[in-house]
């Protein structure tokens, strides 16, 4: 028995080969409002309590340039206050007017975060982005928590 697989009648569709997209779209736009509604929810605020650095130290420059943050938000060019408003000027005539010098900030323990991120917005007004943050030297596995 053979069949004839190259004649069909010509009133017999046959098989679609096709496939339906209309469906499969309309599941991906789901999924992606899903997705958009869920990722935002996805993030958690927590408490973070940041370790203390026990790399080895760079090497300071001869003439460092610190500006320190104390805990009553007063500014303080090497070891004479300035004012926020003459900070600029002060740290010109300070590294002459190099605006490549590196600035060591130093904040005490008890200055906000928001406040320790509006000095820096400071510094970067008057032209210095090269700005280290000074902490605490500690040996590996101690605790900064424990430092004076």
């Given at each position: 028995?053979?069949?004839?697989?190259?004649?069909?009648?010509?009133?017999?569709?046959?098989?679609?080969?096709?496939?339906?997209?209309?469906?499969?779209?309309?599941?991906?736009?789901?999924?992606?409002?899903?997705?958009?509604?869920?990722?935002?929810?996805?993030?958690?605020?927590i408490a973070?309590?940041?370790?203390?650095?026990?790399?080895?130290?760079?090497?300071?420059?001869?003439?460092?340039?610190?500006?320190?943050?104390?805990?009553?938000?007063?500014?303080?060019?090497?070891?004479?206050?300035?004012?926020?408003?003459?900070?600029?000027?002060?740290?010109?005539?300070?590294?002459?007017?190099?605006?490549?010098?590196?600035?060591?900030?130093?904040?005490?323990?008890?200055?906000?975060?928001?406040?320790?991120?509006?000095?820096?917005?400071?510094?970067?007004?008057?032209?210095?982005?090269?700005?280290?943050?000074?902490g605490?030297?500690?040996?590996?596995?101690?605790?900064?928590?424990?430092?004076?």
């Amino acid at each position: 028995m053979a069949f004839d697989t190259r004649h069909q009648p010509e009133d017999d569709i046959g098989e679609l080969h096709e496939i339906n997209v209309t469906p499969f779209i309309d599941v991906m736009l789901v999924l992606l409002i899903i997705f958009m509604v869920a990722a935002p929810l996805s993030t958690v605020d927590i408490a973070v309590d940041l370790p203390s650095s026990s790399t080895a130290p760079s090497p300071r420059p001869d003439k460092p340039a610190y500006v320190t943050l104390r805990s009553d938000l007063s500014l303080y060019l090497a070891d004479q206050p300035v004012e926020r408003a003459s900070l600029a000027a002060r740290l010109d005539e300070a590294t002459g007017g190099n605006r490549e010098t590196r600035i060591f900030l130093r904040a005490d323990r008890q200055v906000d975060y928001g406040d320790l991120i509006a000095a820096m917005d400071l510094l970067r007004e008057a032209g210095y982005l090269k700005v280290a943050l000074v902490g605490l030297e500690t040996p590996p596995g101690g605790d900064a928590a424990k430092a004076p």
